[in-house]
């Protein structure tokens, strides 16, 4: 049996705790996929539970990303959720929808399939330690879990494209002013801070948080037909061979590891850009 990588705390019949753990960096994974999917569908038929927050056993990762060395053909060939979708996407889709507030308490790094999971929350808290991204571009990959839906409505358009096509990391003060996390706070409040915000939402009316939440997905979040496409591009480009060497290169420098290129994971990515070129594809200099 694979190990448990959301430990759930039932703080009380309203007020659910997780808490993701899964290796050095906390990486997500196709044993993720399925974990996840057992615990939206718990929370789903959960009837008293208002509010669930989600945080990290690894105070420098709280999601890695995606394990870049997974099995493209099982990923590829896993059958779709309720909704229709990939597995990965559709438990983005439905944790987004759930009838409990979502929260996530976010320290440290939190790029790719992590990022995208944490847009699929309702609330994110982060600590001043919080590093967000979407890396994937910079890895010659398409982001497969919806974010560029999700953070086109969350930040605007021109944002969006910054995050997701510059594939740079964001620190805390300035993923708060994007509006990435709803707010930034000291790391030594962050526990407290979010324990007092859910425990509020866990004391409330249960019919008036699932209307109202129902309310704000109806007018916010993306049509599921949104997601669909971008989880298509992921599986066309995450694995090319064009990509290998970067991959490879990475891995050799401490990517997925607690050291090295994991770290500071965007500025190693710069570095193995490829320079660009004074000259056309035909070998004729520009004019």
């Known amino acids: 049996m694979n190990a448990p990588q959301f430990h759930v705390t039932e703080v009380s019949d309203t007020y659910w705790r997780a808490t993701f753990e899964n290796g050095s960096v906390n990486l997500v994974d196709l044993d993720t996929i399925d974990q996840l999917g057992d615990l939206v569908a718990r929370i789903e038929g959960a009837p008293a539970l208002t509010v669930v927050v989600f945080d990290s056993r690894n105070r420098d990762f709280f999601m890695a990303h995606w394990d870049v060395t997974a ?3 099982q990923l590829a060939a896993m059958a779709p959720g309720p909704t229709g979708l990939h597995p990965y996407v559709d438990n983005l889709v439905r944790l987004s929808k759930v009838p409990a507030v979502t929260v996530s308490a976010i320290r440290g790094r939190v790029r790719g399939a992590g990022s995208e999971f944490v847009l699929a929350t309702d609330v994110r808290f982060a600590s001043e330690t919080a590093v967000l991204g979407q890396v994937e571009v910079g890895l010659g990959t398409v982001p497969g879990g919806g974010s560029m839906a999700r953070l ?9 494209a910054e ?6 990391d964001f620190p805390a003060a300035l993923a708060e ?3 990435y996390v709803n707010r930034v706070l000291p790391d030594a409040e962050l526990d407290a801070f979010v324990d007092r915000f859910a425990r509020r939402i866990a004391g409330f009316d249960k019919v008036a948080i699932e209307a109202a939440k129902a309310l704000l997905d109806l007018a916010s979040l993306p049509a599921d037909e949104e997601f669909g496409p971008a989880m298509t591009a992921f599986l066309r480009t995450a694995w090319r061979p064009a990509n290998a060497v970067r991959i ?7 990517l997925q590891t ?10 190693a990515i710069g570095e193995l850009a490829r320079p660009h070129s004074d ?7 520009p004019r």
């Not at 607690?258 to 500025?267: F, K, N, Q, T």
């Not at 000259?279 to 200099?285: E, L, M, P, T």
Request: no cysteine; aromatic share 2%.
């Open 248 to 254: 490879r290169q990475l891995l050799e420098r401490g």
């Open 71 to 73: 099995d493209r053909a």
């Open 279 to 285: 000259h056309h594809q035909d070998g004729r200099s």
């Open 152 to 160: 086109t409505r969350l930040v605007g358009r021109a944002r969006a």
């Open 163 to 168: 995050i997701i096509l510059g594939a740079d």
């Open 177 to 179: 002013r994007y509006g």
């Open 258 to 267: 607690p050291a090295g290129a994991e770290l500071d994971l965007a500025a």
